[in-house]
């Protein structure tokens, strides 16, 4: 059981190259979701999904994509990348219990050039 | 829409207690979690009030108001790691987004 894992840890991309963020969880949690972490800008929701072939916009969806073709796997992707998505990129699960709790993983910190 | 306001900063001291609010407006409500993070690390879950009153877990609590749409997170006998910022976050059963504020950052002095 290795909770949420993310990857990469770090990137670094030039303006309008692409990238994907992978996100996969081994705990058969229904609900993934991305956030985006801005110094004093709190968590802010990208996109979420409550299950494998739904998905949903958060807050801040522009410029990003994302798709759940299984309950493990939730891939943020950046189809060209600006300065402006330099940021922290978190994912979170919550499982089917009611316990009030997202389990996130280690973040990717990507560097937009 | 869903709105969230803690104070963005607090000041204590080591072996003080200190007090987060957190006044919430959203649907769907079930219940208020609390997340700790530390500078470069991941936000951890701390507690979650799925029912109105006071939380224990060790030095934290939690207090829930549904009525009153307020919460607040309490940290005893202060210690320089709880130095970090704490998020509230409203909880929707997992059906719905959960979102959070900007956090408020406490900083632990001696």
């Known amino acids: 059981n290795a909770g949420v894992t993310q990857t990469p840890k770090f990137q670094v991309l030039k303006t309008g190259q692409s990238m994907t963020l992978q996100c996969a969880q081994d705990m058969n949690h229904e609900y993934m979701s991305w956030y985006r972490q801005d110094p004093g800008m709190g968590l802010r929701l990208i996109h979420y999904?409550?299950?494998?072939?739904?998905?949903d916009q958060g807050e801040v969806p522009n410029g990003y994509n994302v798709s759940r073709s299984t309950t493990e796997d939730f891939p943020l992707r950046l189809l060209s990348a600006a300065p402006s998505q330099t940021s922290v990129y978190f994912c979170?699960?919550?499982?089917?219990?009611?316990?009030?709790?997202?389990?996130f993983g280690e973040g990717s910190r990507l560097t937009v050039l | 829409g869903q709105s969230l306001e803690q104070p963005s900063e607090v000041t204590a001291v080591e072996g003080a207690i200190v007090q987060i609010n957190c006044t919430y407006q959203?649907?769907?409500?079930?219940?208020l979690s609390w997340y700790q993070q530390h500078d470069g690390g991941a936000p951890t879950f701390l507690s979650y009030?799925?029912?109105?009153g006071l939380e224990e877990t060790g030095r934290f609590s939690s207090f829930l108001s549904r009525s009153d749409s307020y919460g607040y997170l309490l940290l005893q006998e202060l210690q320089m790691k709880d130095s970090a910022s704490y998020f509230c976050?409203?909880?929707?059963?997992?059906?719905?987004?959960?979102?959070f504020g900007t956090g408020t950052k406490l900083q632990v002095i001696p």
């Open positions: 959203t649907s769907g409500f079930y219940g």
């Open positions: 009030n799925g029912l109105d």
């Open positions: 999904s409550v299950g494998a072939g739904i998905t």
């Open positions: 979170a699960s919550i499982p089917q219990r009611d316990t009030g709790e997202l389990f």
């Open positions: 976050s409203p909880y929707s059963g997992g059906y719905q987004k959960v979102t």
